[in-house]
């Protein structure tokens, strides 16, 4: 094996697989590091969303979740006697300008087995039960020193950068002495995954349960699976609860014992922490390592998709494009910091919103401003500050948010998702077609551009794109298909390209 690369993934996850994959597409040696031999044979994460399916796409393995998830209905609150509470938030059948469904569930083991194998077939190197042991940061390269758990047998690596994807005890995060804040939440609960032994009906929407009694979370899963999540109060003894007899009474509102078996029950502590830094110098923290959330949400994977498509374009550009590389990897914190943190703080505010409607006699004495935060917050944001036109996302040009997919309708079904027209690199999108300058041209080149001159039915069969359209003429698209900016009346294209070049010249 050779010791040299472009980039090196500590852990292969969910997380650090897809930016693998991602890297790869672009051409670049990728070596994978992975501590545990076999992926993890019992579910973990279970939601996957239109971004994150529409991310999988780049990767070529949006297939993969696709083929095993189920959209999902949507999410509700509801009491002990499981009588809705409030606003129920109601997704079924609808499309984001993603081209997916809102929200799916997934079988974890399922999906991680398909995409390993993915991996083993690629370019990509991969190490398993290799353990990370140093960093070290030099001028030019990093050094990772490692260590085979089964021959204790040391190998020193060089990279270009690191990345930690290796989770919520990351050593990349460890070594590298990046300190965590705390964002307020940590309970225990016991999380409970189950097995259906025949058809049942059961709800399919995702239910919050506020009961005074105890917490918990039923979510309906990937046939045939199930899910429920239960706090455990303070004074429980975290054995007693774990035990079958335990299990099945408190799944007894939903299921009789005979109905299914039980795969796992294991205590989790969730988590509200946030990594200070994403980077540091050369190394970059991506998914659990660099932030970690309760589920109340189902975000946390996707956030961690999020993270490893806004790392992927720019750690290419950076390798190709030298005048480039501060920009570009400063940018990274700048703009997923932020957004990661609103996940986390909105999570928890569900969690604390749970507990409010479970301790009031009568739910409208709760707080609106609390009630704001509960299925609200499952609007994700856009981006706000970064590489977008003056540096700050524009809600009037569409700069900070996902521009829409181009789709192919027939029957008013979506027989064909159409991102690859926008290329691996920039896109300019235009209502007209657009005549550069030779510095323009050399300048845009160097950016891998596509050019797309949008024709009017492509804009008519697509609602999304037909209010994005309406903002201005052409618009500039990052590898992330996050809009940097559009022309219009107040901004020439020629001002867009200006600002575009000295912020990724910028030291």
């Known amino acids: 094996m050779d010791k040299n690369f472009d980039v090196v993934i500590i852990g292969l996850g969910p997380v650090g697989s897809l930016l693998a994959a991602l890297l790869n597409e672009e051409g670049l040696k990728v070596l994978g590091i992975e501590k545990d031999k076999e992926i993890f044979q019992l579910p973990r994460a279970i939601t996957i969303n239109d971004e994150s399916l529409r991310i999988m796409q780049s990767a070529g393995l949006e297939h993969v979740y696709s083929e095993n998830s189920t959209p999902v209905e949507g999410a509700e609150f509801i009491n002990s006697e499981h009588q809705r509470i409030g606003e129920a938030l109601k997704i079924k059948g609808l499309i984001t300008q993603n081209a997916w469904n809102p929200i799916s569930f997934f079988h974890q083991p399922t999906t991680d087995q398909n995409i390993r194998n993915i991996l083993e077939d690629s370019e990509i190197e991969i190490l398993l039960e290799e353990n990370l042991i140093d960093i070290q940061q030099k001028e030019s390269v990093v050094e990772i020193e490692t260590e085979n758990l089964i021959t204790n047998k040391k190998s020193l690596f060089t990279s270009n950068f690191l990345v930690g994807a290796d989770g919520s005890s990351s050593t990349v995060r ?9 964002l307020d939440y940590n309970r225990e609960w016991v999380v409970v995954d189950v097995k259906l032994k025949e058809e049942i009906a059961m709800s399919q929407m995702a239910a919050q349960i506020c009961d005074p009694k105890r917490l918990a979370t039923y979510i309906p899963a990937h046939l045939p699976y199930k899910r429920w999540e239960f706090l455990i109060l303070d004074d429980e003894d975290k054995k007693e609860i774990e035990k079958e007899e335990t299990i099945q009474r408190l799944i007894e509102p939903w299921l009789k014992p005979d109905q299914y078996s039980i795969l796992r029950s294991a ?55 030298k005048d480039f590389v501060t920009a570009l990897l400063n940018s990274y914190q700048t703009e997923r910091r932020p957004h990661a943190q609103f996940i986390v703080e909105n999570s928890v505010s569900i969690g604390k919103l749970m507990a409010a409607y479970a301790a009031a006699e009568n739910p409208d004495d709760v707080p609106e401003e609390l009630v704001n935060k509960g299925y609200a917050s499952y609007i994700i944001p856009n981006l706000h500050e970064g590489l977008f036109f003056g540096g700050i996302a524009d809600p009037s040009m569409g700069s900070g948010s996902l ?9 008013n079904k979506i027989i064909k998702r159409k991102d690859n027209l926008l290329g691996s690199g920039f896109a300019i999108i235009s209502k007209k077609e657009i005549e550069l300058s030779r510095e323009e041209e050399d300048f845009y080149n160097k950016l891998n551009t596509k050019i797309i ?21 052409t618009f500039i698209v990052r590898p992330d298909k996050y809009i940097f900016g559009c022309s219009s009346d107040r901004v020439s294209f020629q001002e867009l390209t200006i600002d575009l070049k000295n912020r990724l010249r910028a030291r």
């Open 174 to 182: 460890n070594l590298l002495a990046i300190e965590q804040e705390d």
């Open 267 to 321: 205590i989790y502590k969730f988590h509200a922490v946030l990594a200070k830094d994403f980077k540091v110098q050369n190394c970059f923290l991506i998914g659990d390592a660099a932030h970690q959330t309760p589920p109340f949400m189902g975000e946390g994977m996707n956030t961690g998709f999020r993270d490893a498509s806004n790392l992927a374009w720019k750690l290419v550009l950076a390798l190709k494009e």
């Open 403 to 411: 521009f829409p997919q181009f789709i192919e309708i027939k029957k």
């Open 453 to 473: 001159t949008i024709e009017e039915d492509q804009i008519l069969q697509n609602h999304w794109l037909s209010s994005y359209m309406q903002m201005g003429e």
